[in-house]
């Protein structure tokens, strides 16, 4: 008999995390029936359609999602999702990541005693502030089988009382991602596009509240931009959050000002990742991209105090580092003399972590 598997995604970090599960799904013949639900979490071009068309993802059942607040955004997927699960009552519902979506997904497939899989399970900022890290913690607390990317994550849940047998050592499925489309990636013009070239610039995502939100912040982040660009040309694709803050501070102009700085509207995932493989190092505050530096073996600077992802630190490329000016200066200092530390490539980010995470579907729904 056909095993129904429904995976929810509404983010573009989902997306990048589930591109080649259709295809190793197919590999068991009738095996599998694949259903794939976007939330509408994300569901302008460039953050949503943007990725479907250049990753080759299937068309997915979109929910009727419109709310932009947190609450009423997960409480509008938790209503549209559970009709879903309803009308095609699948064997196994996946849930990716730590967003808002997750987090309703994990909640419908509790209350409806549908067979629950985390995907990137078991990561850890120990931050409550974080709306990450609640969204984990819940979506772990009612998860039935989990897909681990890292040891952090293993251990986590084993210390939090989940057994052994619950857990999955799959490896790193947004890895299988940069991988399977890395010759496409090597092709991209954006480099032409934005009149710079290989090694000669440091690329910067910055978007989180605490980084971006208050004017006094943000005077950091244009020193340290200051700082950079006194030597490199600076790419920043900037996010809506971040621009917004900074024409409602009166600061936009003093970055637009700055000719060593590129702007740049949210980039598609093969240009961004072409970026990332070609700069001399990355400043960030986001989660995924400690991962590909570390992947590509990219000095990575992420301006936060924490992170769920201490493999990236631990034996990859990434460092945490204070959001000062001079704590930065000392670390991009280190990177341009030679000094800064060599990462290596984590277990099991080697491209096959999709295949393994089916494998174990396999096993657990049709023993």
């Given at each position: 008999?056909?095993?129904?598997?429904?995976?929810?995604?509404?983010?573009?970090?989902?997306?990048?995390?589930?591109?080649?599960?259709?295809?190793?799904?197919?590999?068991?013949?009738?095996?599998?029936?694949?259903?794939?639900?976007?939330?509408?979490?994300?569901?302008?071009?460039?953050?949503?359609?943007?990725?479907?068309t250049e990753l080759n993802l299937k068309e997915p059942n979109f929910l009727s999602v419109t709310a932009t607040t947190p609450s009423s955004q997960i409480g509008q997927i938790i209503i549209e999702l559970e009709k879903v699960i309803k009308q095609h009552q699948p064997d196994a519902l996946i849930v990716v990541g730590d967003v808002n979506s997750t987090l309703a997904g994990a909640i419908v497939g509790n209350k409806t005693n549908t067979l629950l899989f985390h995907l990137e399970s078991g990561l850890r900022s120990f931050d409550n502030d974080m709306?990450?890290?609640?969204?984990?913690?819940?979506?772990?607390?009612?998860?039935?089988?989990?897909?681990?990317?890292?040891?952090?994550?293993?251990?986590?849940?084993?210390?939090?009382?989940?057994?052994?047998?619950?857990?999955?050592?799959?490896?790193?499925?947004?890895?299988?991602?940069?991988?399977?489309?890395?010759?496409?990636?090597?092709?991209?013009?954006?480099?032409?596009?934005?009149?710079?070239?290989?090694?000669?610039?440091?690329?910067?995502?910055?978007?989180?509240?605490?980084?971006?939100?208050?004017?006094?912040?943000?005077?950091?982040?244009?020193?340290?931009?200051?700082?950079?660009?006194?030597?490199?040309?600076?790419?920043?694709?900037?996010?809506?959050?971040?621009?917004?803050?900074?024409?409602?501070?009166?600061?936009?102009?003093?970055?637009?000002?700055?000719?060593?700085?590129?702007?740049?509207?949210?980039?598609?995932?093969?240009?961004?990742?072409?970026?990332?493989?070609?700069?001399?190092?990355?400043?960030?505050?986001?989660?995924?991209?400690?991962?590909?530096?570390?992947?590509?073996?990219?000095?990575?600077?992420?301006?936060?105090?924490?992170?769920?992802?201490?493999?990236?630190?631990?034996?990859?490329?990434?460092?945490?580092?204070?959001?000062?000016?001079?704590?930065?200066?000392?670390?991009?200092?280190?990177?341009?003399?030679?000094?800064?530390?060599?990462?290596?490539?984590?277990?099991?980010?080697?491209?096959?972590?999709?295949?393994?995470?089916?494998?174990?579907?396999?096993?657990?729904?049709?023993?």
């Amino acid at each position: 008999m056909t095993k129904k598997i429904m995976v929810v995604v509404g983010t573009r970090p989902n997306f990048i995390k589930i591109t080649q599960l259709e295809k190793e799904l197919a590999k068991y013949g009738n095996t599998f029936e694949y259903i794939l639900i976007h939330t509408n979490q994300h569901y302008d071009t460039n953050m949503s359609d943007i990725f479907f068309t250049e990753l080759n993802l299937k068309e997915p059942n979109f929910l009727s999602v419109t709310a932009t607040t947190p609450s009423s955004q997960i409480g509008q997927i938790i209503i549209e999702l559970e009709k879903v699960i309803k009308q095609h009552q699948p064997d196994a519902l996946i849930v990716v990541g730590d967003v808002n979506s997750t987090l309703a997904g994990a909640i419908v497939g509790n209350k409806t005693n549908t067979l629950l899989f985390h995907l990137e399970s078991g990561l850890r900022s120990f931050d409550n502030d974080m709306p990450e890290e609640i969204n984990r913690l819940i979506t772990d607390l009612v998860t039935n089988h989990f897909f681990v990317t890292e040891q952090s994550g293993y251990d986590n849940l084993i210390a939090a009382g989940k057994k052994a047998d619950q857990i999955h050592f799959v490896g790193n499925t947004m890895i299988d991602t940069l991988v399977a489309f890395d010759n496409v990636i090597q092709k991209n013009n954006i480099l032409d596009k934005l009149n710079i070239v290989d090694k000669d610039f440091v690329l910067m995502t910055i978007h989180r509240p605490s980084n971006v939100d208050t004017k006094e912040r943000l005077l950091i982040l244009l020193d340290i931009i200051n700082k950079v660009a006194e030597k490199n040309y600076l790419v920043i694709p900037i996010h809506h959050r971040t621009k917004n803050s900074l024409i409602n501070h009166n600061l936009f102009k003093q970055l637009e000002n700055n000719p060593k700085v590129i702007i740049t509207e949210a980039l598609n995932y093969l240009a961004f990742q072409k970026l990332i493989a070609s700069c001399q190092y990355v400043l960030t505050d986001s989660g995924g991209i400690q991962e590909e530096t570390t992947y590509r073996q990219v000095p990575c600077l992420t301006l936060r105090e924490n992170t769920e992802r201490p493999i990236t630190i631990t034996l990859g490329t990434n460092e945490l580092v204070e959001y000062n000016y001079g704590a930065v200066a000392k670390k991009i200092n280190e990177i341009e003399t030679g000094n800064y530390k060599k990462g290596e490539i984590p277990p099991m980010w080697d491209g096959q972590a999709t295949k393994r995470i089916v494998k174990v579907l396999h096993e657990i729904l049709t023993s």
